[in-house]
């Protein structure tokens, strides 16, 4: 009987295939990944608006009008008080971390505002600072809807606000609320 030297082991092209394996399955866990980092940080500053909202009709009832001053308000996340590095001249905050009123460019997070229209209101938040997602959030006073809007150049961006607005795809996103106020019968 004659035996064979088989010798074990893995070929050079095996083994590129399993790492080339590997590589496409992080990249997509990657981005899985950032993806939801990313709605937890837009979804913490839909809880923002909504309390943004709630103080103004607070607001509302005891002035008689709404303000453009989150100073003005009687609910502000606690960082944000006059004088520190979360509040711009009193009408914008930056919901960021560390602040950045003072700095070139502010870390990652949004700039808050409140929007007059007309008669219309709305609450806005930018997303600022270096991040994977560039989009605008916003919420008219009058509805319970936050619009996901995301630059028109961004098919990434775009993907994101049709999943965090519960959209098939990103042309389904509506088209932002405040053009027509803004530009009233096309003019």
């Given at each position: 009987?004659?035996?064979?030297?088989?010798?074990?082991?893995?070929?050079?092209?095996?083994?590129?295939?399993?790492?080339?394996?590997?590589?496409?399955?992080?990249?997509?866990?990657i981005l899985s990944f950032s993806r939801a980092i990313e709605r937890t940080s837009a979804g913490e500053a839909e809880n923002l608006i909504g309390l943004g909202i709630y103080a103004q009709e607070r607001q509302m009832m005891r002035q008689g009008r709404y303000t453009l001053s989150w100073a003005r308000l009687d609910t502000m996340p606690r960082q944000v008080q006059p004088g520190s590095d979360y509040l711009s001249d009193n009408s914008q905050i930056y919901y960021t971390k560390g602040g950045a009123k003072g700095t070139s460019e502010p870390q990652g997070g949004y700039k808050m505002f409140f929007q007059n229209l007309g008669d219309e209101w709305f609450v806005v938040a930018e997303r600022i600072g270096s991040f994977n997602y560039g989009y605008t959030l916003l919420?008219?006073?009058?509805?319970?809807?936050?619009?996901?809007?995301?630059?028109?150049?961004?098919?990434?961006?775009?993907?994101?606000?049709?999943?965090?607005?519960?959209?098939?795809?990103?042309?389904?996103?509506?088209?932002?609320?405040?053009l027509a106020l803004q530009n009233p019968e096309g003019e």
């Open positions: 009987m004659m035996r064979q030297n088989a010798k074990k082991g893995f070929t050079l092209i095996e083994i590129l295939v399993v790492v080339i394996i590997i590589g496409i399955l992080s990249a997509f866990a919420r008219n006073f009058r509805e319970d809807k936050v619009y996901c809007l995301p630059p028109q150049d961004s098919r990434e961006d775009g993907l994101f606000c049709a999943d965090f607005m519960g959209l098939d795809s990103p042309e389904e996103i509506p088209a932002d609320p405040r």
